[in-house]
């Protein structure tokens, strides 16, 4: 089968031929419909070969969904010809995060060597991909596997960012969304549809600002150095109540910091490298900075539910697997609007 693989450190993905996959005891064999193309590949890319925790060649891809094509022994309650989303962060089961559902803080997913598919284990840019386990499978109950894959991850992840802050989403707050691409246009969108919150969004491209009005923000910025100063401008001078930073850089995460108002919260999830300083004085009085990881299978289950209702419209734009490494070079070059999706099988 085709799979566009990660071969050699510092190296462009490669779309290559490697033997069709088959699935083992409790496991389960899909075939895959559509597969996300995502920054976090890229970071990976980008990291020194001392780095990697996993041994290469890896096939990329943690954004998946397919057709369930073969059962490996032991597995029940899952049909040959389901369609699934693939919960991505996979972890043991068992620890104390895992039984809560919380598989994104599996607390010994470094030590069992654990990794998710296409961050370390084989990844759905493929024609097939082994899932391990029935647990990380969501059934999508008729929606369009190439409009809605992303939001295993693009969905997943901005869900969870603002569920930590949800109580401080009211009528008469402000959240800043800052990076309207991949997962900020989805942001955007399920602030519209969980709260009453205005959303400024802040890019530094003017067709992914004109994405975020048509999904709903309230205001759109230009993300430069004066950014921070015109959303205390909006904000009769208060600053925002919560700061979700989908970019992380340094020039981001100190626009985060300087738009902070008192007790807010500033979520960084971007991949960036920024950081934002904590301590007295140092930003407004009760202000919380947290770094989230993608978000719990309940979470995606949620997520899903939104989009059978219409509350999120992902904004796609379609390869063919021959076509996946320049959907990376696109994304690398900013521009991608929206999300890129591999189509493994045309």
């Not at 470094?110 to 370390?120: N, S, T």
Request: hydrophobic share 45%; charged share 15%.
């Amino acid at each position: 089968m085709k799979a566009v693989q990660y071969r050699t450190p510092g190296s462009a993905p490669e779309v290559v031929t490697v033997p069709d996959p088959e699935p083992g005891p409790g496991q389960i064999l899909l075939k895959v419909a559509a597969a996300g193309v995502c920054h976090s590949d890229i970071a990976v890319m980008s990291m020194p070969a001392e780095q990697l925790r996993f041994p290469l060649p890896l096939t990329l891809g943690h954004e998946g969904a397919g057709t369930v094509a073969a059962l490996g022994a032991g597995v029940e309650g899952i049909e040959v010809g389901e369609m699934m989303a693939v919960y991505g962060p996979w972890g043991c089961g068992l620890c104390r995060k895992c039984t809560q559902g919380q598989e994104n803080y599996c607390l010994r997913a470094a030590e069992l060597g654990i990794f998710p598919p296409g961050l370390g284990a084989p990844g759905a840019m493929a024609e097939y991909m082994i899932v391990d386990d029935l647990r990380h499978l969501v059934p999508m109950r008729g929606l369009d596997p190439v409009q809605n894959v992303s939001l295993t991850d693009a969905g997943l992840t901005p869900y969870h960012a603002i569920s930590l802050s949800l109580p401080k989403l009211v009528p008469g707050s402000t959240t800043v969304v800052i990076g309207a691409g991949g997962l900020g246009h989805v942001a955007i969108q399920l602030l519209r549809a969980l709260t009453a919150t205005r959303v400024i969004a802040l890019d530094v491209s003017a067709d992914r600002l004109d994405l975020a009005r048509r999904v709903g923000a309230h205001e759109t910025v230009l993300s430069d150095e004066h950014a921070a100063d015109r959303i205390r401008t909006l904000t009769g001078g208060e600053g925002a109540q919560v700061i979700l930073d989908f970019v992380g850089a340094p020039p981001t995460t100190a626009t985060a910091a300087a738009a902070a108002g008192i007790d807010a919260d500033i979520t960084v999830v971007g991949l960036g490298g920024g950081t934002v300083a904590v301590g007295f004085a140092t930003l407004p009085f009760q202000t919380t900075v947290t770094a989230p990881y993608w978000g719990s299978r309940t979470e995606l289950v949620e997520v899903l539910e939104l989009a059978h209702h219409g509350a999120v419209d992902v904004h796609v734009e379609t390869f063919g697997i021959d076509e996946a490494p320049l959907a990376y070079q696109r994304l690398h070059a900013g521009e991608i609007t929206g999300r890129a999706v591999i189509l493994p099988h045309g």
